[in-house]
């Protein structure tokens, strides 16, 4: 059974900086394109960032540019998402995915193309 397990949560507050992780377990993810979506109270969930399956490119949304940053391991099946100087408007519950689709050199920014999900992991953002 595919399982993705995103950690790393939590309140802070305007300026702070967090990490979220996120696991996979149950299939190797180190040849798939992953991305970090998030969805804030009454809004749909969207796009943050992602990385290709070699982990050579990435891409994010235009807001967290220059604040976020995405990686993976793949020796340890994992997915990370850096996130400095973070503002209330960051506030979300941020979740990570898996795309079966993407080509190597490719970042899908769709949530209809990714596969797997984990169950997310909220973020607060106080002013």
């Known amino acids: 059974q595919v399982q993705l397990v995103e950690s790393g949560g939590g309140l802070v507050q305007t300026g702070d900086s967090l990490r979220l992780s996120c696991t996979g377990s149950?299939?190797?993810?180190?040849?798939?394109?992953m991305a970090w979506f998030r969805q804030a109270p009454g809004k749909e969930r969207s796009f943050v960032a992602g990385i290709t399956r070699a982990g050579s490119g990435t891409h994010y949304q235009d807001s967290v540019k220059g604040r976020f940053t995405v990686s993976r391991d793949f020796a340890n099946n994992a997915l990370y998402l850096q996130m400095n100087d973070l503002k209330p408007e960051d506030t979300a519950v941020y979740y990570c995915?898996?795309?079966?689709?993407?080509?190597?050199?490719?970042?899908?920014?769709?949530?209809?193309?990714?596969?797997?999900w984990g169950q997310g992991a909220q973020v607060t953002v106080s002013s």
């Open positions: 995915a898996v795309t079966l689709r993407a080509g190597r050199y490719a970042v899908l920014t769709s949530e209809e193309e990714y596969d797997y």
């Open positions: 149950g299939q190797t993810f180190s040849t798939y394109a």
